[in-house]
């Protein structure tokens, strides 16, 4: 499809596109408005789903006296990247004329009619085969486990109508890497993966939470509901407390899959970074903070992936 001049503009124009984005800078103009459905322009978003899975496999590998298996995290980042691009297709597809009324999301690609309904969904095709043939290179336990995920995908865009906890859905959703790392490197299942997964819910409630500030005021408007409207005034403490229980989930984690040093000081860095965001939080804080502090999340998932991971590589080389 061709842009007018004035769309083609646009292309360039969402207010969180991170700035000089390689990948949307050096696509050639008709892939644009494709690179910012599948958000490739914004990668935090593959990042926080990537994270959990990262985490995951790192314990799993440290509880078993292994070493990291570098393939298994490669196939997980094509997989992330893959199924957060379809993610936020399918979201775009259900949410076009919502996103048309609020001003941070009205120039996203199908919002202002820069890709069809009909492409968009091709286009989500794609992407879902590609998550698929990457899913099919684990083991059958992990296979199957997956297989449950799409259910909750499927739920998410339609629960802001209904529910002002549609960061809890997100939070199943997007934390449900944390089940499928431990299998994946395991082949079985264990008391270190559901908690890693609780506390992954948890954080991403948390996050979400701070990203939905940006649109209190819109989603007010259209009468679209989230965490960060319930909580209000009370926004800090309540996304406080979430971090909080993520921290003591990912602890107890730790501690079921067998204490360790580097392991402990990666919680330690993970809550350090979540104490640092939650003193910065404000029910009036501008976009352009609550964009700061979600994006820092990346960081504080790495932190902790960094502890488990160096703490497998120290268990492999020294058991």
């Not at 009468?223 to 993520?246: C, D, E, I, K, M």
Request: hydrophobic share 55%; net charge positive; proline share 5%.
């Amino acid at each position: 499809m061709s842009l007018t001049p004035e769309k083609a503009d646009v292309a360039e124009a969402l207010p969180d596109t991170v700035s000089g984005n390689p990948v949307l800078r050096f696509a050639p103009g008709p892939l644009k408005p494709f690179v910012q459905l599948a958000r490739l322009d914004r990668p935090i978003g593959w990042w926080l789903l990537l994270l959990p899975c990262w985490q995951s496999s790192a314990l799993a590998a440290w509880a078993l006296g292994l070493a990291p298996d570098f393939k298994q995290l490669a196939l997980f980042f094509v997989g992330a990247v893959a199924m957060r691009g379809a993610g936020s297709t399918y979201n775009d597809i259900v949410d076009r004329k919502i996103d048309a009324e609020v001003e941070r999301t009205r120039n996203r690609p199908l919002a202002s009619g820069r890709v069809s309904l009909r492409a968009a969904v091709v286009f989500l095709v794609a992407q879902c085969l590609v998550g698929l043939a990457v899913l099919l290179s684990f083991n059958g336990l992990t296979i199957a486990l997956a297989m449950a995920s799409p259910l909750i995908v499927l739920l998410y865009p339609f629960a802001k109508r209904f529910t002002s906890w549609p960061q809890a859905i997100l939070g199943c959703a997007f934390a449900y890497g944390a089940l499928l790392g431990w299998t994946a490197r395991a082949d079985a299942f264990a008391a270190p993966a559901p908690l890693l997964y609780l506390g992954a819910i948890f954080w991403t409630i948390g996050y979400d939470t701070i990203y939905a500030l940006q649109d209190i005021q819109d989603d007010a408007r259209v009468g679209v509901r989230s965490t960060a409207r319930l909580f209000g005034a009370h926004v800090q403490g309540a996304v406080g407390a979430l971090y909080a229980l993520s921290v003591v989930f990912a602890q107890a984690a730790m501690l079921a899959a067998h204490f360790g040093v580097f392991a402990q000081l990666g919680v330690l860095a993970f809550a350090a970074h979540l104490y640092w965001q939650t003193r910065q939080i404000d029910e009036a804080a501008p976009p352009e903070l609550a964009l700061r502090l979600f994006r820092a999340n990346r960081d504080a998932g790495l932190l902790l992936f960094a502890g488990f991971f160096a703490q497998s590589l120290w268990g492999a080389f020294h058991s």
